[in-house]
């Protein structure tokens, strides 16, 4: 990775940060993570590397609920992403025809070596694939051949360790996994852990409120006490990704029902939703938010540096259950920016202290006035790469200087279902950003959605926010003929 600029706020104060690692530290010692995280000691990236190759890749599998994404399979060509120069990216399924030749040629993103993997159990197993037959073996010789490798995954899930376990055997060399260990990277990923540790380590206020159960019996007497006191309460699945784990209610529908009659409907939420017996569900409040924001952070190993905010960003979000459809640089108030960052920081100092490093996105809603009295609340923590980071990383590689203003989307359309990729450049013409050039206002990238759903996401450039928005809604529209 390069080094990140530095953030343009002060750190929260020196006690403010003691306080969060004590937190951390009462939190490992509840969890037993001492004894957790031996296993992985052997693999764990302990400080930056860049002469060995690193292999990218994305496994999607340890995120559940996720079959009501469409192209959700295409999903693993982001990790092309972070590869450059001589690393490589594994996935399970095929490139798009032409899409490596537009990353080396319009965007510059390096040579790079494709491990295409033959799929053992599904199209989202990554890990598992490469773990055997010619994959492994093209895999564990470059490592051989180079003195070791970095595996830098989507998310540290456990078939990520183990992949680099097997590598480590075979090749004779040291594997480096530049993710958390997976009981840390669930700590991140996991709604109601993650709420217990920003409580303790941000402040009280951090986290709205909401009970934790594991019956439907629980949820129902929950969710009616939040509802006596908020307009609106919902039900959360803590590991789903983009909100597809979230079921809204309106209270005064809930207060008119009988406890049995609440039940219910949790009942119909936990078999929807495919909870697992004896699982920890959240009963919240879902308060009114005035807006979405996101900060993307970079979380060294801890001894080599500090936690580093890379950007703050407003995401776009659709429906009650708020899911996500894309994002663009922050234009909240400077208050607002300074609260996110310190909550941030603070948050991932306990992080990093917990044995996390790599990419750490936190989700937050804004509540009152931006401009005067306000409050920001943690939903959620991306501990992983996702749909705000990769788009951001694809853009400080692909040009020079600031970032300015854009706007990071999927794009839809029935029309374009089966449509090639090298015909998508066609119609966009001279608008396709060339990085040689400098011209150019849109970057293509997940474009193996296309095949079979229509789909392939877009980062879309601009001046201001209103600005890209109309890019989106009229001229890439009538560019792609849609």
């Known amino acids: 990775?390069?080094?990140?600029?530095?953030?343009?706020?002060?750190?929260?104060?020196?006690?403010?940060?003691?306080?969060?690692?004590?937190?951390?530290?009462?939190?490992?010692?509840?969890?037993?993570?001492?004894?957790?995280?031996?296993?992985?000691?052997?693999?764990?990236?302990?400080?930056?590397?860049?002469?060995?190759?690193?292999?990218?890749?994305?496994?999607?599998?340890?995120?559940?609920?996720?079959?009501?994404?469409?192209?959700?399979?295409?999903?693993?060509?982001?990790?092309?992403?972070?590869?450059?120069?001589?690393?490589?990216?594994?996935?399970?399924?095929?490139?798009?025809?032409?899409?490596?030749?537009?990353?080396?040629?319009?965007?510059?993103?390096?040579?790079?070596?494709?491990?295409?993997?033959?799929?053992?159990?599904?199209?989202?197993?990554?890990s598992l694939a490469c773990a055997q037959g010619s994959a492994f073996d093209r895999?564990?010789?470059?490592?051989?051949?180079?003195?070791?490798?970095?595996?830098?995954?989507?998310?540290?899930?456990?078939?990520?360790?183990?992949?680099?376990?097997?590598?480590?055997?075979?090749?004779?060399?040291?594997?480096?996994?530049?993710?958390?260990?997976?009981?840390?990277?669930?700590?991140?990923?996991?709604?109601?852990?993650?709420?217990?540790?920003?409580?303790?380590?941000?402040?009280?206020?951090?986290?709205?409120p909401m009970h934790a159960r594991t019956s439907i019996e629980g949820l129902a007497v929950a969710l009616l006490e939040l509802a006596r006191l908020h307009t609106r309460v919902a039900l959360k699945r803590t590991r789903c990704a983009s909100a597809m784990g979230n079921r809204v209610y309106r209270s005064s529908d809930l207060l008119s029902r009988t406890e049995g009659e609440v039940s219910e409907l949790v009942t119909a939420f936990w078999r929807d939703k495919e909870c697992q017996e004896g699982e920890t569900v959240l009963a919240v409040a879902w308060e009114d938010a005035v807006s979405s924001p996101s900060t993307q952070m970079w979380i060294p190993p801890e001894g080599v540096g500090l936690p580093v905010l890379d950007g703050i960003y407003e995401q776009l979000l659709s429906g009650e259950e708020k899911v996500f459809l894309g994002s663009r640089p922050s234009t909240l108030p400077e208050a607002v920016?300074?609260?996110?960052?310190?909550?941030?920081?603070?948050?991932?100092?306990?992080?990093?202290?917990l044995g996390y490093v790599g990419r750490c996105s936190c989700d937050f809603i804004l509540v009152g006035d931006p401009n005067g009295l306000f409050d920001i609340r943690v939903t959620d923590c991306n501990g992983r790469w996702g749909g705000t980071s990769t788009p951001m990383h694809l853009l400080d590689r692909a040009r020079s200087g600031p970032r300015g203003m854009y706007l990071a989307q999927d794009f839809v359309h029935s029309s374009l279902v089966g449509v090639p990729f090298s015909e998508i450049l066609k119609r966009a013409g001279h608008q396709a950003y060339d990085r040689y050039t400098g011209e150019g206002r849109y970057l293509f990238y997940n474009v193996g959605c296309l095949r079979t759903a229509g789909k392939l996401d877009v980062v879309i450039l601009?001046?201001?926010?209103?600005?890209?928005?109309?890019?989106?809604?009229?001229?890439?529209?009538?560019?792609?003929g849609v």
């Open 462 to 480: 601009g001046q201001t926010a209103d600005e890209v928005a109309r890019l989106s809604e009229e001229e890439l529209p009538a560019l792609l």
């Open 337 to 353: 920016e300074r609260a996110l960052y310190s909550a941030s920081y603070l948050l991932c100092i306990a992080l990093q202290r």
């Open 1 to 126: 990775m390069n080094p990140l600029p530095p953030s343009r706020f002060a750190a929260p104060a020196p006690s403010l940060v003691e306080r969060a690692r004590e937190a951390a530290d009462a939190h490992a010692v509840k969890l037993a993570l001492s004894v957790r995280l031996q296993e992985y000691a052997a693999q764990r990236y302990r400080t930056p590397a860049p002469n060995l190759p690193v292999l990218s890749l994305d496994d999607y599998s340890g995120i559940p609920f996720l079959r009501d994404v469409s192209g959700i399979e295409a999903y693993q060509h982001r990790a092309r992403i972070r590869a450059r120069e001589g690393d490589l990216f594994a996935t399970v399924t095929p490139a798009a025809s032409g899409y490596e030749e537009y990353c080396e040629t319009r965007l510059g993103l390096g040579r790079v070596e494709l491990v295409e993997a033959e799929a053992i159990e599904g199209p989202l197993e990554v």
């Open 139 to 208: 895999i564990a010789s470059r490592a051989r051949a180079a003195g070791g490798m970095v595996i830098h995954p989507y998310m540290g899930i456990e078939a990520v360790w183990n992949l680099a376990r097997c590598l480590a055997e075979r090749s004779g060399v040291a594997l480096q996994v530049l993710a958390p260990p997976p009981p840390v990277t669930w700590i991140a990923n996991d709604k109601r852990l993650l709420s217990d540790l920003a409580r303790d380590a941000v402040g009280e206020r951090i986290v709205g």
